[in-house]
């Protein structure tokens, strides 16, 4: 069966534009919460196959978003590379165990083995697949290198990401070492979960904004190429969405072969239907606040679809979804996008 966000990605006509919400499995579910619980802390979840499978189909029974994203977390990658990874409360993942010279790289496993460790994320999958309706999608992710990477030296969030950028302009070597570990097992990892059964890939790279624009294809854009040069040549009939986060100066230098970019909130949509909109398909990019009024919400929807028009989209958040958004507000953005894109 056809599956409409299929289609759209790969930029074929649709009877509307179809939506989806990056984080749509997520603290604003109560349902998402009440599994959430039950696993006891988030990494469970992201260990547990059916937990995780049930909370990636939530938002599409609950919301009636076109495309299940599976729930996982960036970080597993780092974790099976053989990285000490915690979840505090209150402040999010940390690593004990930063990278900080060679020594500590060589010490991290990669390629294929590390990949294999990350069975429960196929199982998932396979899981998902056996429930999910036969014309919804589902799409796999991954973390950018570059936003991988500054978890890995960093040892958790950050603002200024100095240990990072410190890196960068005084041993470039050892970071495009990090780097290049770092996407072998995300070319393995995204071909296993292909195989498993997701039908479009997403690449975040969430920090993209961190790296100055001359500096930004060295350090992050070319290893995503290299992942989706990767992936296309095996799978063709796979899509590949970018999400470069916070680089609107670096639209002019966009290449590549994948399908679909994701334009994050602070990118005017009409810059990036310019730039790239002959190109690509353009995903996004509605301000997730907006989601806090329904009819701020209705506003920015029917601004992006004037700008966007009969061209080739999908609707989308500019980035996640927040946990204090209310649900009837969500079910509201997923049907607005359905209406008025309505063909």
Request: proline share 6%; charged share 25%; aromatic share 10%.
């Amino acid at each position: 069966m056809n599956k409409i966000f299929v289609d759209a990605c790969f930029g074929k006509e649709t009877p509307y534009t179809p939506v989806w919400m990056m984080r749509q499995a997520g603290r604003y579910l109560p349902e998402y919460m009440a599994v959430r619980a039950e696993a006891g802390n988030f990494l469970n979840l992201c260990h547990n196959p059916a937990k995780s499978a049930e909370v990636t189909i939530q938002p599409l029974d609950i919301v009636g978003v076109d495309a299940a994203i599976l729930f996982s977390d960036i970080l597993v990658i780092p974790d099976e590379m053989g990285m000490d990874l915690d979840f505090i409360k209150g402040e999010g993942p940390k690593f004990s165990d930063p990278i900080e010279n060679e020594a500590d790289l060589d010490r991290l496993i990669g390629g294929e083995e590390a990949a294999e460790k990350l069975t429960y994320v196929y199982d998932a999958i396979k899981l998902i697949r056996d429930q999910l309706a036969d014309d919804k999608a589902l799409i796999g992710f991954t973390g950018a290198p570059w936003t991988l990477a500054t978890y890995m030296i960093e040892g958790q969030g950050t603002k200024t990401y100095n240990i990072c950028k410190k890196m960068m302009y005084s041993n470039p070597e050892l970071l495009h070492k990090i780097l290049a570990k770092v996407t072998q097992v995300v070319k393995i990892y995204m071909e296993k979960q292909i195989e498993a059964g997701i039908d479009v890939v997403q690449i975040f790279d969430s920090w993209a904004s961190a790296i100055e624009p001359s500096k930004y294809d060295e350090f992050s854009w070319k290893y995503m190429v290299e992942i989706a040069d990767y992936l296309k040549e095996k799978y063709p009939n796979i899509p590949i969405i970018m999400f470069p986060k916070g680089v609107p100066a670096f639209l002019d230098k966009v290449y590549g072969n994948f399908d679909v970019f994701g334009v994050d909130w602070g990118t005017p949509i009409e810059l990036a239907k310019e730039k790239l909109g002959d190109k690509y398909v353009l995903q996004g990019n509605m301000e997730p606040c907006r989601l806090y009024d329904k009819k701020e919400t209705t506003a920015s929807i029917e601004e992006i679809q004037k700008i966007m028009g009969t061209s080739r989209h999908i609707f989308n958040l500019g980035h996640g979804i927040l946990p204090d958004i209310p649900v009837e507000n969500a079910k509201h953005f997923v049907s607005e996008c359905q209406r008025v894109s309505k063909k």
